[in-house]
């Protein structure tokens, strides 16, 4: 697998871990909790072996990118956050970056 597909596996994993905090309520949730850490290193891992062939300012970018993207839609619609159109708009913008990225 190359280090694009590598990265936005990655990615998906950052949107699973940062949706486990919330349902890991404060750590406080063992199952939520464990699948939270575990994803986190996975998304790690990932990130780290994407970037042994990518610039780093690329992937941690894109990286965090597919992260913010992801889990600020999925909590718009997992948890009700508010899909203003400033706040759509930004996650646009965060697409087009990430895009631009790869293009370069």
Do not use: H, N
Not at 52 to 68: E, Q, R, S
């Amino acid at each position: 697998m190359g280090a694009w597909p590598i990265l936005v596996l990655a990615g998906l994993f950052e949107i699973g871990w940062a949706l486990g905090l919330k349902y890991s309520d404060g750590f406080t949730r063992l199952v939520p909790s464990v699948l939270t850490i575990v994803g986190s290193l996975i998304s790690f891992w990932l990130l780290s072996q994407a970037m042994k062939t990518l610039p780093v300012g690329t992937a941690y970018a894109v990286w965090v990118g597919i992260g913010a993207v992801g889990t600020a839609t999925l909590a718009m619609i997992l948890f009700g956050e508010a899909a203003s159109p400033l706040r759509l708009g930004g996650i646009g913008l965060i697409i087009a970056g990430i895009v631009a990225l790869k293009l370069a």
